[in-house]
């Protein structure tokens, strides 16, 4: 790897030299001799190769700063290096907010260590830092990574029955491949003289599996277990190797139901940026709009439930008829309701004409007068008030330990978008304001989310106003091998997070996304902790949680529970002959 930050080697590189940020300068510093080479990844991106025993250290440094804005450990991303460098690596990412509202001054820090290929271990962080339990989990579970001194190894994304040392991500297991061993299941016990509640993993108030266990005295819940990744569908790992880089796009689109847009822009960005190409500024306004768009409708879509949650069906009815028009607006923009499919690397694949400029002005204005309603109608409603006021708090420091992301981290006091403090696609040239409340309770949460409708609104009459002409796209070409960057967006949870490293051939060596939830659930047993068994379900909802695009076709015999792997044409004949039987 060039040390392009450096040019001449961190070890011996006069400070003065090797980065323009002060706060940089410092961590070099600090840390020179645990550094053994950096990388200027893109503008914003720097990638520093160091010493697994410096790795806890080196992300508080970051995380704790207190000269900084709102830094947070972003994710951890596990990759087989073998092939390449001949070990494993493991990487904290950090996104480094210096100054809220200033782009120009806030990165990402990218601190990679490489792990001995017999030995792939590291010292732990996530008894000092909650934020990092989930990630040192994933990489034990799928890479077989040991997380020293760690304070819980269940397993997270793999089934208890899963084999020991058996390690999907590694690229010397077939991703075809499905291993079976004795059913079992390990719960955490709960605390002395406790009752336990399950809610889930199948339950009226979310469509997908989640597992959460309370544990109760009386009525208050003292204490908290979650279990998930019951809908893991192995995206990662079909994404790598196997489909091509713009192939791979499609398939991230797909990785949530409501901002799956978001998820789509994100690596392309990635890839984007790996190529060091500028997409037309068409085609940022356009990826702008829809991405706004996704965001009113997801954030009304979690009112109507928030609002089924209090009893209060009326909102519910409210909510999901305002968003209705929302969704035929995005048809009548893209030719579907939801899986846009305009977004390839490169820009959009579908122009905005201009007599659907004054289609959109006209739906986004009845839609700020219905939104103003229905908030009016919902903030009126005692009951929906006195069941949301109050109730699930999450502090701020609580939030920032586990760096609680979007409107969640927001309602509690969290000062951070990556849409105004890292702007990608057209939102620095755009302007809005990031609502910040401090109660963090559900109240907060809801109200918040309203107000950022507003601003979505105010966004898209902007984007639309000052809309450039010229091209939606630009050509990629070739990737350079082996050259790795981020993509990211700011979903309507909160951040959204792409690494891609590419392979060979347009290829993709490896995929790494983080979805908003994946920061967010994990702080939900703290949200719950001294509340009622009664208001469980409605801070769960609070958070808007997304199951699926947390937990990133195969076809099992519940019977015998032998699994089946089919390939394209077999199962495309199975769709066929099963379409036949239903008609």
Known sequence: MECSVCAGGCRSAEVEDVLEDGHLKEFVEKFRRAIFECKKLTRNQYLFVVDREALPEMVLHWHNHPDLGEPHFSMGIGTDERSIAGKFAYAPVINVAVEPGNGKRNYWVILKAYLDE???EFPSIAAELPAALWAEREVYDLLGFNPKGHPDLRRLVLPEDWPEGVYPLRKDHDYKASPMDTPKCYYKPGPPDTMTVPIGPYHLALDEPAHFRIFVKGETVVDVDYRGFYSHRGIEKIGEGRLTYNQVLFIAERICGICGFQHSTSYAQAVENIAGVEIPERAMYIRTIMLEIERIHSHMLWAGVAAHLTGFDTGFMHAWRIREPVMWLAE???GNRKTYGINIVG???RDFLDYRK????????ELRRQVEEFIE??????TF????????????KVAKAYSVLGPNGRASGRNIDVR???PFAAYKDLDFKVPVYKEGDVLARFLIRMDEVFESIWIIEQAIDQMPGGDVFVPIGELPEYEEALGYSEAPRGEVVHYVMTDRKNKVYRWKVRAP?????????????????ADAPLIIASIDPCYSCTERVQIVDVETGKAQTLNEQQFNMLSIQKGKEVA
């Open 118 to 120: 017999d030995n792939p």
């Open 332 to 334: 009548r923009l893209t």
């Open 347 to 349: 820009g959009v694949r």
């Open 358 to 365: 004054e289609m959109i002005m006209e739906k986004i204005k």
């Open 377 to 382: 109608i919902a903030t009126g409603t005692a």
């Open 385 to 396: 008030v006195k069941r949301a006021e109050g109730v699930g708090i999450l502090p701020y």
């Open 420 to 422: 105004r403090d890292q």
């Open 517 to 533: 939830t994946y920061n967010n659930l994990p702080a939900v047993p703290e949200m719950l902790k001294g509340y009622s068994v």
